[in-house]
């Protein structure tokens, strides 16, 4: 989960490797009304011209398959609609509103509804729902003719993911209002695609440092783009208590008051949070909350004393250190608490999962640390939810509904024999708070240096001996905070790397990072028009001029 070793947080980058301030996001209404200045490509990485006309397509997450028609394009346009069929129901119509205001229309303009004896206009962008079982629930079917694009799903989740992967396949200056009065174009062909994952995760410690809610919906909006689905939120540690526990109200009142450092920390309240969480269903993100214990938990313990088994309330913890803090795990008091704490989360979370952390317990017996799982697990499931836990669990006595994350070496092996599911976080490949060399000046490097083609070249089926894929839940990239304060710390450490996780993710063929760097070095444009602060990797040949003036697929 975190570091090894305490760290020191760092204020601010360099402004060598700084590329934007942070702008809006994916959500249209955030978009940029200017397009910025044109950045040059690194010396060491610049395209050449032979390798932007062996570009096919620039889509990422890499689709199952890609079938374009040289020459030939569907034109959008003022007279573009957007069409559903009357029968869709709300999801569906939600999905093609969103759709609308990516093309410019109002706010709130509704889709064209066609019934079932109606014949589907020309100039339109059809999305219809079907059945295909080689589809799954979120895979879809995207058709470009001149006449029409259909995008074809078994699930209202498929429909969304086809719109992310046609929005790649225009121009980038769709990004911008000016793009409204433009003529833009989707190459035709076909795209046919389904994830290999069910989990494909992002994880953000707002426990260190605190995130307002505008960033964690940023945030949202980029991991949606590129068809993340699950967002784990580091909700407690030795730092910091982020959310409103109304049972418990000192939590925030006393613990919600520090973070590393010197800043003033901040907490979500059980009402932000409940919006936060129908803010990222919209987007086919589902919020996983997590209450780390019985380590990582110093600021509960100092928010009521009757947590200690000393009845003394420890200081406010601003510090980096790990594993000095220990709920009292022999007192009915903390499984009162523990069980107040996942009825109240619970209840704003309509996903079946509660992360319990569980890592880096230093202070407590084997066989101690074993019944305090044990005990916690049941508290979950009497409360209706599924628990997920740091590798470190898997010596407990798990039912095979709970989830092991694994980040080192673990026992995630004996949970898979007893019929478990594993999410891989392997730190050394998906931790993004790893520098990217030693010359990164935010993060640490406990792990490793992780430069992006470490985040890519992995194969999850065989990252664990003894965790076959079929046993493999999916993937995350945990970003811990220590040395992050403010959210362009976040998108620098985050970014390009998640966008290789997400591909890890969801492409189910054969993965080559030569394809896969040459498509990123062409996204490097849109994550500029979406205001994204990202780290100019010189592995990757970013595409040089204006993010506003160049498509990232040349049919």
Same mark, same amino acid.
């Given at each position: 989960m975190t570091s090894r070793s305490s760290a020191t947080p760092f204020i601010a980058l360099c402004a060598t490797v700084m590329l934007a301030a942070c702008g809006g996001g994916t959500s249209p209404a955030t978009r940029p009304t200017t397009a910025p200045a044109p950045v040059a490509a690194m010396p060491n990485a610049a395209t050449t011209a032979p390798a932007r006309a062996n570009l096919a397509h620039a889509i990422i997450p890499l689709p199952t398959s890609v079938t374009l028609v040289p020459g030939s394009a569907f034109v959008v346009d003022s007279t573009t609609t957007v069409v559903v069929a009357a029968s869709a129901g709300a999801e569906v119509e939600r999905i093609a509103a969103q759709l609308l205001e990516l093309l410019g229309r109002p706010a709130a303009t509704p889709p064209t509804r066609l019934a079932a004896a109606d014949t589907i206009p020309t100039h339109a962008i059809y999305l219809r729902l079907?059945?295909?079982?080689?589809?799954?629930?979120?895979?879809?079917?995207?058709?470009?003719?001149?006449?029409?694009?259909?995008?074809?799903?078994?699930?209202?989740?498929?429909?969304?993911?086809?719109?992310?992967?046609?929005?790649?396949?225009?121009?980038?200056?769709?990004?911008?209002?000016?793009?409204?009065?433009?003529?833009?174009?989707?190459?035709?062909?076909?795209?046919?695609?389904?994830?290999?994952?069910?989990?494909?995760?992002?994880?953000?410690?707002?426990?260190?440092?605190?995130?307002?809610?505008?960033?964690?919906?940023?945030?949202?909006?980029?991991?949606?783009?590129?068809?993340?689905?699950?967002?784990?939120?580091?909700?407690?540690?030795?730092?910091?208590?982020?959310?409103?526990?109304?049972?418990?109200?000192?939590?925030?009142?006393?613990?919600?008051?520090?973070?590393?450092?010197?800043?003033?920390?901040?907490?979500?309240?059980?009402?932000?949070?409940?919006?936060?969480?129908?803010?990222?269903?919209?987007?086919?993100?589902?919020?996983?909350?997590?209450?780390?214990?019985?380590?990582?938990?110093?600021?509960?313990?100092?928010?009521?004393?009757?947590?200690?088994?000393?009845?003394?309330?420890?200081?406010?913890?601003?510090?980096?250190? #790990? +594993?000095?803090?220990?709920?009292?795990?022999?007192?009915?008091?903390? %499984? @009162?608490?523990?069980? =107040?704490? /996942?009825?109240? &989360?619970?209840?704003?979370?309509?996903?079946?999962?509660?992360? #319990? +952390?569980?890592?880096?317990?230093?202070?407590?017996?084997?066989?101690? %640390? @074993?019944?305090?799982? =044990?005990? /916690?697990?049941? &508290?979950?499931?009497?409360?209706?939810k599924q628990m997920v836990g740091w590798g470190e669990i898997a010596v407990a006595a798990l039912d095979p509904s709970t989830v092991v994350q694994s980040w080192i070496p673990d026992s995630s092996a004996l949970h898979v024999a007893r019929g478990g599911k594993v999410i891989l976080s392997p730190a050394t490949r998906s931790y993004l708070d790893m520098k990217y060399d030693s010359a990164t000046l935010l993060g640490l490097r406990w792990a490793a240096l992780i430069e992006v083609r470490d985040s890519y070249d992995w194969d999850p089926a065989t990252q664990i001996t003894g965790v076959p894929e079929r046993s493999v839940l999916g993937v995350e990239a945990p970003l811990w905070s220590e040395t992050l304060v403010k959210a362009e710390d976040f998108e620098f450490m985050a970014f390009p790397r998640l966008l290789a996780i997400a591909e890890v993710g969801w492409s189910r063929g054969p993965r080559d990072f030569e394809s896969f760097r040459q498509r990123l070095g062409a996204q490097g444009q849109r994550l500029t028009a979406l205001g994204v602060n990202f780290y100019r990797s010189p592995q990757i040949p970013w595409w040089e001029g204006s993010a506003g003036s160049a498509s990232t697929l040349l049919p």
């Amino acid at each position: 989960m975190t570091s090894r070793s305490s760290a020191t947080p760092f204020i601010a980058l360099c402004a060598t490797v700084m590329l934007a301030a942070c702008g809006g996001g994916t959500s249209p209404a955030t978009r940029p009304t200017t397009a910025p200045a044109p950045v040059a490509a690194m010396p060491n990485a610049a395209t050449t011209a032979p390798a932007r006309a062996n570009l096919a397509h620039a889509i990422i997450p890499l689709p199952t398959s890609v079938t374009l028609v040289p020459g030939s394009a569907f034109v959008v346009d003022s007279t573009t609609t957007v069409v559903v069929a009357a029968s869709a129901g709300a999801e569906v119509e939600r999905i093609a509103a969103q759709l609308l205001e990516l093309l410019g229309r109002p706010a709130a303009t509704p889709p064209t509804r066609l019934a079932a004896a109606d014949t589907i206009p020309t100039h339109a962008i059809y999305l219809r729902l079907g059945n295909d079982t080689a589809l799954g629930d979120e895979g879809y079917r995207l058709d470009v003719t001149p006449a029409l694009v259909t995008i074809t799903a078994n699930r209202p989740a498929g429909l969304f993911y086809g719109t992310q992967t046609m929005r790649q396949m225009l121009p980038v200056s769709i990004e911008y209002p000016a793009a409204f009065n433009r003529v833009l174009r989707i190459p035709a062909g076909v795209v046919i695609d389904a994830p290999r994952f069910a989990w494909r995760g992002s994880m953000l410690d707002v426990a260190r440092h605190f995130l307002p809610l505008e960033d964690v919906r940023r945030h949202i909006d980029r991991m949606a783009f590129y068809k993340l689905n699950r967002l784990h939120l580091h909700l407690a540690d030795d730092q910091g208590w982020r959310i409103e526990i109304k049972s418990w109200p000192k939590l925030t009142q006393i613990g919600g008051s520090s973070q590393v450092g010197n800043g003033a920390g901040g907490f979500y309240t059980q009402e932000q949070f409940a919006e936060l969480v129908r803010y990222a269903a919209e987007r086919y993100v589902t919020i996983v909350p997590e209450i780390d214990m019985p380590s990582h938990i110093n600021a509960a313990l100092a928010s009521y004393p009757s947590l200690n088994c000393d009845g003394v309330a420890p200081p406010l913890y601003r510090g980096t250190e #790990v +594993g000095f803090s220990l709920i009292c795990v022999k007192s009915d008091t903390t %499984y @009162r608490f523990i069980t =107040d704490i /996942v009825r109240e &989360i619970g209840a704003l979370t309509p996903s079946p999962w509660f992360h #319990v +952390g569980g890592d880096e317990v230093k202070k407590l017996t084997h066989d101690d %640390y @074993r019944a305090f799982i =044990d005990r /916690v697990q049941g &508290i979950v499931r009497s409360q209706g939810k599924q628990m997920v836990g740091w590798g470190e669990i898997a010596v407990a006595a798990l039912d095979p509904s709970t989830v092991v994350q694994s980040w080192i070496p673990d026992s995630s092996a004996l949970h898979v024999a007893r019929g478990g599911k594993v999410i891989l976080s392997p730190a050394t490949r998906s931790y993004l708070d790893m520098k990217y060399d030693s010359a990164t000046l935010l993060g640490l490097r406990w792990a490793a240096l992780i430069e992006v083609r470490d985040s890519y070249d992995w194969d999850p089926a065989t990252q664990i001996t003894g965790v076959p894929e079929r046993s493999v839940l999916g993937v995350e990239a945990p970003l811990w905070s220590e040395t992050l304060v403010k959210a362009e710390d976040f998108e620098f450490m985050a970014f390009p790397r998640l966008l290789a996780i997400a591909e890890v993710g969801w492409s189910r063929g054969p993965r080559d990072f030569e394809s896969f760097r040459q498509r990123l070095g062409a996204q490097g444009q849109r994550l500029t028009a979406l205001g994204v602060n990202f780290y100019r990797s010189p592995q990757i040949p970013w595409w040089e001029g204006s993010a506003g003036s160049a498509s990232t697929l040349l049919p």
